[in-house]
Every structure is written in structure tokens, then in C-alpha cells.
């Protein structure tokens, strides 16, 4: 028999689940049937276990994970590490990349627009080390020695606005090694110029070497 709740009392209630709900805010609720079907080892109900936990159950039996914990820490850990869920969770993966390709595409590309700094300092390591040449630097050093230098290129002393070239002093094609100690900072135009040149032609005549 279901009894008809006055405003207030519906009002009360509401808050009072809203609080029940807060543990878990965020997390997707799944129900048993739903996890069943896209082979999951556990799901998320949204509903505190008999203990009052807000934790994953398992699907095999509904079981709260963290009672488990409590009561049969050995069958816990042997869930935990189970390869076969493992296994399933990679396959899930996989499907997922297969099944989003696009949205992939988007988030990398996302990213890829946030990160320009991060992805250049990655691409010279990446070509430093197809060299055989030692060190590797870090966006965040870039971004040091761009405030060490004035936001200037270390050349004509031309203000950068943003258009900027890492280059190696010593080029790695000779022997350069690509730390952040090999590393000036040139503005476009001395960068092509100075790679068009041989390095110590080019110091010559930028009056830095006899
Ligand atoms: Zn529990
Ligand atoms: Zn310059």
C-alpha cells in the first residue's frame, strides 16, 4: 500500500536521496541487466550495499565490492588481478576505439591544439634519438629558456610573438646533444637561414666565432 506524501514530506525525502546520492556523483549507474549484456565483471547501481557502501558490485552474484574486501580479502584479490577481466577489459577497449574512430580523431585532435608546445619538444626527442643523439628537454624548459631569453630570438633579438624555432646549437647531425644546454631559440627567419648554412660559416658570421 503506497501512501501519498504531502509536499514537504516529498521535499524532505528528495533532499534525503539527493544526500544518499552525492557518494557517487559523477559515476554512471548501470544496472545489473545492462551489465550483463555488454559482458561486464562489475557494475555500478547507484545504491548503498547493506553495509552502507557506495561501491561496485560484482555480476556474477550482485556482491559489494567493498564487502568483499572485508569479508573474503583472498577471493578479492583474486578478482582483482583475474586476467580473464583483464583480457575482457581490453577487448572492451578495443571495440570502443573501433566503434568511436571519430571521436578518437577529435580528442586527439583536441588535444594536439592544446598541446602545440609539448608536441614539438616530443617530435625533437623523437628525432633526436633516431640520431643516436643523448638528452631530451621538455616543453617546460623550452617555455623557461623562451622567459630567459626575453621572448627574443637569441640571434637578431627580434621579438618572437609566439613564431618561434627550437634549434640546436650544435646540430645533432654533428655530434650535438639535444638537452636543453644545446637549445637556443630562433626566430623563423635566422633558423632557415642558419640551416641552410654550415654551422661554423654561419657563427663566423654572426661574429660569434673567429
Ligand atoms: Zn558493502
Ligand atoms: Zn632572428
Request: aromatic share 6%.
Amino acid at each position: 500500500m503506497s501512501k501519498i506524501l504531502t509536499p514537504e514530506e516529498r521535499q524532505s525525502l528528495q533532499k534525503l536521496w539527493a544526500n544518499c546520492m552525492q557518494p557517487h556523483l559523477g559515476r554512471p549507474v548501470v544496472t545489473l541487466i545492462d551489465a550483463r549484456k555488454n559482458d561486464q565483471i562489475r557494475y555500478f547501481s547507484g545504491r548503498p550495499c547493506k553495509r552502507g557502501h557506495y561501491a561496485e558490485r560484482l555480476c556474477c552474484n550482485g556482491a559489494c565490492v567493498e564487502c568483499l574486501k572485508l569479508t573474503q580479502p583472498a577471493r578479492y584479490e583474486k578478482i582483482k588481478s583475474n586476467p580473464l577481466a583483464e583480457q575482457r577489459r581490453r577487448e572492451r577497449a578495443t571495440k570502443w576505439r573501433k566503434d568511436n574512430k571519430t571521436k578518437m580523431l577529435q580528442s586527439h585532435a583536441r588535444w594536439r591544439a592544446a598541446n602545440k608546445g609539448k608536441l614539438s619538444a616530443l617530435h625533437r626527442n623523437r628525432r633526436a634519438r633516431k640520431k643516436n643523439a643523448t638528452g631530451t628537454h621538455t616543453a617546460e624548459q623550452i617555455a623557461d629558456l623562451l622567459w630567459k631569453q626575453r621572448n627574443k630570438c637569441f640571434n637578431c633579438l627580434r621579438k618572437l610573438d609566439g613564431k618561434y624555432h627550437a634549434d640546436h646549437v650544435a646540430p645533432l647531425a654533428r655530434g650535438g646533444t639535444n638537452d636543453i644546454g644545446n637549445i637556443q631559440i630562433l626566430c623563423p627567419s635566422c633558423n632557415c637561414r642558419k640551416h641552410a648554412k654550415d654551422p661554423i660559416r654561419w657563427a663566423q658570421e654572426q661574429g660569434r666565432l673567429l
